[in-house]
């Protein structure tokens, strides 16, 4: 079966995040004067091919754990979805 991981990396909350901060005071300095707390982090789509949806689930975490996030500094989340086969 075949795939899809929606992840999202962001900082962890206790920490300071600079680009946030950078971008919430630059959208305050266009007019935009209700922004708060803006926070930056990555988005990464996968394929992955596995046997069944809790393989793939295994395989996600431990790509994030390992090489997709700094479990020092950040937080992760992801979705997964099967990829349907057309024809």
């Known amino acids: 079966m075949k795939f899809t991981a929606e992840i999202n990396v ?3 909350k206790a920490l300071l995040d600079p680009q946030g901060k950078a971008v919430t ?3 305050k300095k266009m007019g935009f004067t209700g922004v708060e707390n803006v926070r930056i982090g990555k988005h ?3 394929e992955i091919e ?3 949806a809790d393989a793939a689930k295994k395989e996600i975490d431990l790509a994030c ?3 997709l ?3 020092v500094i950040e937080d992760y989340h ?3 979805h099967e990829l ?3 024809g």
């Open 10 to 12: 962001m900082p962890l």
């Open 65 to 67: 754990k390992k090489l």
């Open 69 to 71: 996030s700094n479990p």
């Open 84 to 86: 349907k086969m057309t």
């Open 25 to 27: 005071s630059g959208l």
């Open 44 to 46: 990464i789509t996968v």
């Open 78 to 80: 992801f979705e997964l």
């Open 50 to 52: 596995a046997e069944d």
